[in-house]
C-alpha cells in the first residue's frame, strides 16, 4: 500500500507492507463554492449577528485588521479587498488602516513571507505591521478577566476605531477551533498574557481540545480578552483540502465565529467505532510543518483515536529547525515528559513551554516516534521518542512492535483530520 503525505512544500510517498489493517483517515472537508467571490459579499453585506460592515465603518477614522501569520494559509489576497473597499468607501482613509500581523509569540514575518501573506498588491499599498509579544510598551493593559488573566492587546489594533479580524477556521489543539477571537489572544497579545492563557490552568483542563468550544475554557477565555478589545467585525473562511474556499463567515465575533465552528466539525469529523494500535502522522506539510513547535500538533490531534500505550509516528520537514529559543532550551533542557511536567508544576509560567507540556501529556499514555529531518540531531535525545533517519526507517520500527492485522490509522494531513475514536472521545 502506498500513501502520500503531506510533508513540507513537496509531500512524502511511503510505502506499507501487508499483514496489517491500515485505516487512512483523509481529510474530510465540505465542497468548494461554486461562486466564493459572491459568497465574500454577501457576508459582508448580510452578516451573521450584527450590522453589515459597509454600516460599522460609517464615521470611523481608523480601522485596524488582525490577520493570520505565515503559518496559516488564510486566504487574505481573496479576503481583504471586499473587507478594504468597504472601510474605505465608507470614508476610512488609505492611509489609516494598518493591517496587522499576528505573530502571537512566533518570530515576526518576514518581507517575503508578507508578500505570501497578503500578497504583492496589499502589501505595497497599505501600512503592513508585524505584532511583537515581547515588547510589553507596546501593549494596552485593559484590565484583568473574570478568571485573573493580565489582558494586554497590541496598541495599535486598540487604539483604531474600528477592529477587524480576518481568520482561518480550522481544528486547534487547544482552543477546539481558530479563527474568530485568537487573531486578538493570542495573536495580538503580550508574552504577559499569553502566559496565562497557555498555563497549567487551562492546558490540563481536558475541554480544551480539538473540535470543541462550547465547553472550553480557553476559549471563553479568549472571548473575554477579545470583548475587552472591543473586537468589531469578523471574517473567517473555512477550506477545502485543497485550499479552496469553502465557507465564508462574517459578522458579530461570537455568532460567526460559532457558526463556522459548528460548520467545519459537521464537515470534519470522522468517529472511528474503536480505537487504533497505532497511528502514523503529520503535521500538514508547509506552513504548518516548519518547526518541531508547531509540528507538535500533529501528535496532540492523533492520540484521540489511539489505545492506551498505542505508538505514534510523526513526520515532519521541520525545515526552520526547533523553533523559538525558550523552547529550544527547554527542548534540551528535560530529557524525560514526567520531569518536565513535574518541573512546570512549581515554576513560574514560561515562554512556549505550553506546546512541550501537551506534547508530555500526549507521551504519557503513548510512545511516540519520529521522522524530523530539519530538526538539528542535537535535540534528538530529547524528544522523548526515538528519532529515525529516514522514513522508511521510522515506518519500520512503528510496525516492529505490532501483532499481525493490528490497526493502524494513517492521518496524511495530520491536525487538518478531526477525529475521535468511540471509545476515547471526550
Given at each position: 500500500m502506498r500513501v502520500q503525505l503531506a510533508f513540507g512544500k513537496t509531500g512524502l510517498p511511503l510505502e506499507l507492507p501487508e499483514g496489517y489493517d491500515y485505516q487512512v483517515l483523509e481529510t474530510?472537508?465540505?465542497?468548494?463554492l461554486e461562486n466564493p467571490a459572491q459568497a465574500l459579499e454577501e457576508a459582508l453585506d448580510a452578516p451573521i449577528g450584527g450590522p453589515p460592515l459597509a454600516e460599522l465603518a460609517k464615521g470611523k477614522r481608523s480601522a485596524a485588521i488582525s490577520v493570520c501569520?505565515?503559518?496559516?494559509?488564510?486566504?487574505n489576497s481573496f479576503v481583504l479587498p471586499s473587507v478594504i473597499r468597504r472601510l474605505e468607501s465608507a470614508g476610512i482613509a488609505r492611509e489609516q488602516i494598518t493591517i496587522l500581523i499576528g505573530t502571537g509569540l512566533h518570530r515576526p514575518a518576514t518581507d517575503e513571507e508578507i508578500l505570501e501573506i497578503l500578497g504583492p498588491e496589499l502589501a505595497s499599498q497599505y501600512r503592513v505591521v508585524n505584532h511583537f509579544?515581547?515588547?510589553l510598551g507596546s501593549h494596552r493593559f485593559l484590565g484583568q478577566t473574570a478568571a485573573g488573566t493580565p489582558a494586554y492587546v497590541d496598541e495599535r489594533f486598540v487604539a483604531a476605531d474600528l477592529h477587524i479580524?480576518?481568520?482561518?477556521?480550522?481544528?486547534?489543539?487547544m482552543l477546539g477551533f481558530s479563527g474568530g477571537r485568537k487573531l486578538i489572544a493570542p495573536a495580538l497579545a503580550a508574552r504577559e498574557t499569553i502566559a496565562v492563557l497557555h498555563s497549567p490552568k487551562f492546558m490540563r483542563d481536558g475541554r480544551s481540545v480539538e473540535?470543541?468550544?462550547?465547553?472550553n475554557p480557553l476559549h471563553r477565555e479568549l472571548l473575554e480578552i477579545a470583548?475587552?478589545?472591543?473586537?468589531d467585525f469578523m471574517v473567517d473562511v473555512a477550506i477545502t483540502r485543497n485550499r479552496e474556499v469553502a465557507g465564508v463567515f462574517a459578522g458579530n465575533p461570537v455568532e460567526a465565529h460559532r457558526t463556522g465552528a459548528?460548520?467545519?466539525?459537521?464537515?470534519?469529523?470522522?468517529q472511528l467505532d474503536e480505537p487504533v494500535d497505532a497511528v502514523i502522522t503529520t503535521s500538514a506539510g508547509y506552513p504548518l510543518d516548519l518547526t518541531y513547535y508547531q509540528a507538535i500538533k500533529g501528535v496532540s490531534a492523533a492520540q484521540h483515536v489511539l489505545k492506551p500505550g498505542g505508538t505514534i509516528l510523526l513526520l515532519a520537514a521541520c525545515g526552520e529547525g526547533a523553533g523559538a529559543p525558550e523552547f529550544r532550551r527547554m527542548l534540551k533542557d528535560f530529557d524525560s515528559h514526567e520531569g518536565f511536567l513535574s518541573h512546570i508544576d512549581?515554576?513560574?509560567?514560561?515562554?512556549d513551554q505550553w506546546q512541550l507540556e501537551k506534547l508530555a501529556l500526549v507521551a504519557r499514555k503513548a510512545k511516540l516516534l519520529f521522522y524530523v529531518p530539519g530538526l538539528p540531531s542535537e535535540y534528538y535525545s530529547s524528544l522523548w521518542g526515538a528519532t529515525c533517519a529516514s522514513a522508511e526507517e521510522a515506518r519500520d520500527a512503528l510496525l516492529s512492535g505490532l501483532r499481525p492485522g493490528a490497526r493502524v490509522a494513517i492521518v496524511p494531513e495530520g491536525p487538518y483530520v478531526l477525529a475521535k475514536a468511540l471509545a476515547t472521545a471526550a
Open positions: 474530510r472537508s465540505a465542497s468548494p501569520d505565515i503559518t496559516r494559509p488564510t486566504p509579544a515581547r515588547d479580524t480576518a481568520g482561518l477556521i480550522e481544528p486547534h489543539f473540535g470543541s468550544i462550547e465547553d470583548r475587552m478589545a472591543r473586537h459548528q460548520f467545519v466539525s459537521r464537515a470534519m469529523l470522522q512549581r515554576a513560574p509560567v514560561e515562554i
